[in-house]
């Protein structure tokens, strides 16, 4: 399974790549569609809340772990459009968390 995400992750690169290119607009696109999806994150988890008044709660909270697992799939597909190895940058990022609480 593990080895999925990360040919996903490639795979929807080149995906995108053959669709719209790979200028920095592009690039700028693919960086602020994290912002995109943690907003339907953070509205789902309103929605978990009942916070707006007029709708209610509308949301579980497998549709923000949803929500929030496409941040991380539009994470990781932005690292593989910088041209780097995902599975490297997401392992090198767990290292350091580890190190800083495992003191």
Do not use: Y
């Not at 929500?67 to 767990?94: H, K, M, N, P």
């Amino acid at each position: 399974m593990d080895e999925l995400i990360w040919n996903a992750a490639r795979a929807a690169r080149a995906w995108l790549d053959a669709a719209n290119g790979t200028d920095q607009t592009e690039l700028t696109c693919r960086i602020l569609k994290l912002s995109e999806e943690a907003g339907e994150a953070a509205g789902a988890w309103i929605g978990v809340l009942g916070q707006n008044p007029r709708k209610g709660v509308t949301h579980s909270h497998e549709e923000v772990a949803a929500e929030l697992a496409d941040v991380v799939f539009t994470a990781l597909v932005a690292i593989e459009s910088l041209g780097l190895d995902a599975r490297s940058v997401v392992t090198a990022c767990a290292a350091k968390v580890e190190s800083r609480i495992a003191r």
